[in-house]
């Protein structure tokens, strides 16, 4: 679902037209490069948001691609039983597949974002068809759960200054992360932690998976996020939702 990582992963920040493509991330490791993360959060501010307030040691972990019948369980009942809130940025597909999880997600206090319809990568579509991707999983998260979300993460992490437009004219925040667990890339549980460990802080959002796209997957994710979660309290860290963080 995710190909490998260019070694330099940034286009220009800036460009002749105003207006002009920003850059495409076809992997989304802004952590790799904060300054110019900040940068866009600044230069969309209000609607772009990779990181909350670096002065409140607040974290908050993010799950995409689901909801599934595998993972995402597993994945709600450590949050219970450890009582962290967290944010699912649910694709409208999967929500149609597995209704019933993403309502356990909505009862059980998390927030849902809208991850598009099939997880398409936004850059290539109109704006006809990026308002449907956009729509539909919007209607369907409303039919399940009654609620009507305003978070938005793009698929692959991928946009311009197009997509960030027509996402804000919908009515959305973009929020995507600044942290990225490498948790579909084969990444063993200690290697995880050791990526959460390294880069986080204060505000930092969590990008993690709640669907894998082959078997066992996401076993190495899941071992992981008890740990991930006891280890950031320890160091003072308060577990929130996007919503609260990008306040």
Known sequence: ???????????????????????VRELQDYNLNPEQAKALQERYQGTLYYKGDPEKKYVALTFDDGPDGVYTPQILSILHDKGVPATFFVVGKQANAYPEVLQRIAQEGHAIGNHSWDHRKLTRLSSDELTDQ???????????????????????????????NEL????????????????????????????????????????????????????????????????????????????????
């Not at 679902?1 to 850059?23: G, V, W």
């Not at 539909?136 to 692959?156: A, N, V």
């Not at 505000?203 to 078997?215: D, E, F, K, M, Y």
């Open 1 to 23: 679902m995710l190909t490998a990582c260019a070694k330099n992963p940034f286009k220009r920040l800036t460009d002749a037209e105003p207006d002009a493509t920003i850059p």
């Open 134 to 164: 956009v729509r539909s999983t919007e209607d369907e998260i409303r039919r399940i759960t009654g609620f009507k979300t305003t978070l938005f993460r793009t698929p692959y992490g991928s946009f311009d200054s197009n997509v960030i």
């Open 168 to 247: 804000k004219s919908l009515g959305y925040k973009v929020v995507e992360w600044s942290i990225y667990t490498r948790d579909l890339k084969g990444k063993n549980k200690n290697q995880i932690l050791s990526v959460v460990n390294k880069e986080v802080s204060p505000g930092s959002i969590i990008l993690q998976h709640c669907r894998a796209t082959v078997p066992g997957q996401l076993n190495a994710s899941v071992q992981a996020l008890p740990e991930i979660i006891d280890q950031l309290r320890a160091q003072g860290y308060e577990f929130v939702t996007v919503e609260r963080i990008i306040q």
